[in-house]
């Protein structure tokens, strides 16, 4: 694997089980191992463990959501370029799906899908999840993880993560704009002219 375009602890983050409870700190209260160091790449560990071993170390937490790992975009992008991956908004925080998570067809109507597993996609990005973008970089090498292709990658897939926002926001005003417009002239007219009804003698 070319390590310019993975970075060499991505598969492990990816096929490490999180969440399990910690051997060392199981009766604690936060011992759920889901946390990842990225200096060590070895399994997964928890916030007693951090403090202990891993003090100054590059960390990232994995978080879950209906049954699936994600990771949080403020935190993946310091150490990864996710450009291409479709990112979601869950609990107020921008995250991505570690891998890709099975899905019956695609229904009529869907107009992005995923390159890889086909799962459709809310935004027009190439991929659903970070593996499933690994495997393209596998078969291809038509994409990276690389932090140094980052710029040119997100400007040939449409700009940055602002950009991004502000076409979000401008999809859902453009679903509005065809009722906001004013009536032409036609629609003011009358058809024929009132007829008053007679009064009673």
Same mark, same amino acid.
């Not at 310019?4 to 060499?8: A, F, G, I, S």
């Not at 040119?152 to 897939?157: D, G, P, Q, V």
């Given at each position: 694997m070319d390590t310019?375009?993975?970075?060499?602890w991505l598969e /492990?983050?990816?096929? %490490? +089980?999180?969440?399990n409870?910690?051997?060392i700190h199981g009766d604690a209260a936060r011992s759920e191992c889901n946390m990842f160091c990225l200096d060590c790449n070895s399994d997964a560990f928890c916030f007693y463990c951090r403090s202990s071993r891993h003090k100054d170390h590059q960390v990232i937490q994995i978080r879950r959501s209906s049954y699936h790992d994600v990771?949080?975009?403020? #935190? !993946? *992008?310091?150490?990864?370029? !996710? /450009? @291409?991956? *479709? +990112?979601?908004v869950i609990n107020s925080a921008r995250v991505l799906f570690l891998n890709e998570r099975p899905q019956p067809k695609s229904g009529k109507g869907v107009v992005h899908i995923c390159e890889i597993c086909g799962r459709s996609l809310l935004d027009?990005?190439?991929f659903c999840s970070l593996g499933c973008k690994l495997v393209r970089i596998k078969r291809n090498g038509d994409a990276s993880f690389a932090l140094d292709d980052r710029n040119?990658?997100?400007?040939? #897939? @449409? @700009?940055?993560? *602002?950009q991004e926002e502000k076409l979000r926001e401008g999809s859902q005003q453009? !679903?509005? +704009?065809? %009722?906001?417009l004013p009536p032409t002239s036609n629609a003011r007219r009358r058809k024929g002219t009132p007829h008053r009804a007679p009064f009673g003698s």
């Open positions: 310019t375009l993975v970075p060499p /492990s983050v990816l096929n %490490t +089980t999180f969440f409870v910690c051997r990771v949080r975009v403020a #935190e !993946i *992008q310091k150490v990864l370029n !996710i /450009s @291409g991956v *479709q +990112t979601y027009p990005f190439r040119n990658a997100i400007a040939m #897939e @449409g @700009g940055s993560r *602002q453009d !679903i509005y +704009t065809g %009722t906001h």
